[in-house]
C-alpha cells in the first residue's frame, strides 16, 4: 500500500479500528481503575449557544454561573475583542472565579495545518498568541481544529494532507502548550475536506507519539463527518477530556446539514445512551460542553435557553450511567 492509498484510507472506519486502541494504551493500571468507578461528568456553556442574543463577554459568564454551570467555553476572538478595548485579564479572571466557573477550552482558528513552512510559521505564531492569552485568563485548553485563514487548506482534499506531518505538527503544538499552559486538543470537523473523520484523528495522534494527546469530539461532527460513534467504545483513560455536545436532526440528508441545525441534546437523532455510556467506561473526568448555533434557540432568552441545555444534559448522564 502507498503512502496515498494510505491516507486515503485514514478517512474511513477502518483506521479507527486499528488505530483506536493505540490511543487508551498509556497508563492502563489507572485507566482500569478509572473505568471501573465510572466517569466524572463536569458540564459547560460553550458561548455559541447563546451568540445570538447578542450578549457582552461578561454576560456570557453571569448567564452560565446563574443557570449553574461548573465551566465556560469561551472563543478566542470574543476575549481578544474584550481585551482590545482596554479591559484587564485580571478582571476578567476574578469574574469568572466569582461566578463560580472554570474556562475548560477556548475556541480558536489558528492555521496550524496550513500547508509550507511559511504557513506552518504564521499557524504557530498565532496559536502561540492565542494560547498565552487565553492562559491569563486560566484557560486550560485550547481546541486545534483543521481550520485555515487562507483558501489553501480549504481547498486541499484528503489525500493532499501529509498526515504525517500533522502529526509531528501536533506533537510541536504540545509542546507549545506545555510552555504555555494550554494545552491543544486535536479536534476534527465533519465538513472539513481534510480532517473530517475520528480515523483520522486517531492516526495524527499516534504518529505524534507523545503521552499528552487528545481529541476534541463533537456528536453533530462525528455525525456529519461519517465517523460514527461505535469508535467511542475503543478508546479509553483521558485521552478524550472534553467533548462538545449537541444533536442532529433526522428529517436532512446528512451531507446537507450545517451547524445552525443542531438542537439540543436528547432532541434528535443521536444515540445518546450509547455515547455517553463510552464515555462513562473510559472514566477520568469528562468535560460536556452543549454547542449550539440553532437561530430559533437565539430568539430566545439566553438564560432559558442555557438552563434548558444544562437540564438536558444532566438527565442523559442520568439516563445512561
Known amino acids: 500500500m502507498t503512502r496515498r492509498e494510505l491516507l486515503k484510507v485514514a478517512g474511513a472506519a477502518g483506521v479507527g479500528a486499528w488505530m483506536a486502541p493505540l490511543a487508551g494504551c498509556a497508563n492502563n493500571q489507572q485507566q482500569q481503575q478509572e473505568t471501573t468507578n465510572g466517569a ?59 461566578s463560580g466557573l472554570t474556562v475548560e477550552n477556548a475556541i480558536g482558528f489558528a492555521p496550524w495545518l496550513a500547508p509550507g513552512k511559511e504557513g506552518k510559521k504564521a499557524g504557530f505564531a498565532q496559536m502561540e498568541k492565542d494560547m498565552n492569552m487565553m492562559g491569563k485568563i486560566g484557560c486550560k485548553r485550547i481546541a486545534a481544529p483543521p481550520a485555515s485563514q487562507t483558501d489553501n487548506l480549504a481547498k486541499m482534499e484528503v489525500d493532499e494532507l501529509d498526515f504525517f506531518e500533522a502529526g509531528e505538527r501536533y506533537r510541536e503544538l504540545i509542546e507549545l502548550g506545555h510552555q504555555t499552559g494550554v494545552a491543544p486538543h486535536l479536534e476534527f470537523w465533519g465538513v472539513s475536506n481534510v480532517l473530517y473523520h475520528l480515523g483520522q484523528a486517531l492516526m495524527i495522534a499516534a504518529i505524534a507519539n507523545h503521552p499528552d494527546v487528545h481529541i476534541l469530539p463533537d456528536v453533530y461532527h462525528l455525525f456529519r463527518g461519517g465517523s460514527g460513534y461505535e469508535g467511542l467504545k475503543m478508546l479509553g483513560g483521558n485521552f478524550i477530556e472534553f467533548f462538545h455536545m449537541n444533536d442532529f436532526v433526522d428529517d436532512i440528508p446528512r451531507e446537507e446539514q450545517t ?37 430559533t434557540y437565539y430568539k430566545q432568552d439566553a438564560g432559558k435557553v442555557a438552563s434548558t441545555a444544562l437540564k438536558k444534559m444532566k438527565n442523559l448522564v442520568a439516563e445512561a450511567t
Open 40 to 98: 466524572t461528568f463536569r458540564y459547560c456553556l460553550n458561548t455559541s449557544t447563546i451568540e445570538g442574543q447578542d450578549l457582552t463577554l461578561r454576560e456570557y459568564i453571569d448567564v452560565a454561573g446563574e443557570a449553574g454551570y461548573d465551566a465556560i467555553e469561551l472563543w478566542v476572538e470574543d476575549v481578544r475583542k474584550y481585551l482590545e478595548e482596554g479591559n484587564s485579564a485580571e478582571d476578567l479572571k476574578k469574574h469568572i472565579e466569582n
Open 259 to 295: 451547524d445552525s441545525d443542531r438542537v439540543y441534546p436528547g432532541d434528535g437523532a443521536a444515540p445518546m445512551n450509547e455515547i455517553l455510556g463510552a464515555l462513562n467506561n473510559m472514566g477520568g473526568t469528562k468535560i460536556l460542553s452543549v454547542e449550539l448555533f440553532n437561530p
